[in-house]
């Protein structure tokens, strides 16, 4: 059974857990991150996904793993696409479904 509860998003973690508990402003961790305020903002305010170059940033400043960052994108990721209705009416292929098509 699929949640219908989105997974967090991982800028919200960033900002929470890690931000917040360090008291780092975005400025001053976009310094260290050497990324631009507007990009880490755009993570940590949920507008802009963290990529895989960010996650290494992020490993290298906060020693959280960079796959641990690209896991929980990718959870968000697959879960706004499958309840964004944009994807629908698609069927399995299957060497009877490739047969119809000829």
């Known amino acids: 059974m699929e949640n219908n509860m989105p997974p967090v998003h991982p800028g919200s973690i960033l900002r929470e857990d890690i931000l917040k508990e360090m008291k780092l402003s975005v400025t001053t961790a976009a310094i260290n991150l050497q990324v631009s305020r507007k990009q880490l903002s755009e993570v940590v305010n949920e507008k802009a996904a963290i990529s895989a170059e960010m996650a290494v940033r992020l490993e290298d400043a906060f020693g959280v793993n960079a796959e641990f960052w690209l896991d929980m994108q990718k959870a968000y990721d697959i879960w706004k696409v499958k309840h ?16 119809q098509a000829s």
Do not use: A, F, N, Q
């Open 84 to 99: 964004s209705g944009r994807v629908h009416g698609i069927r399995r292929i299957s060497p009877e479904v490739i047969g």
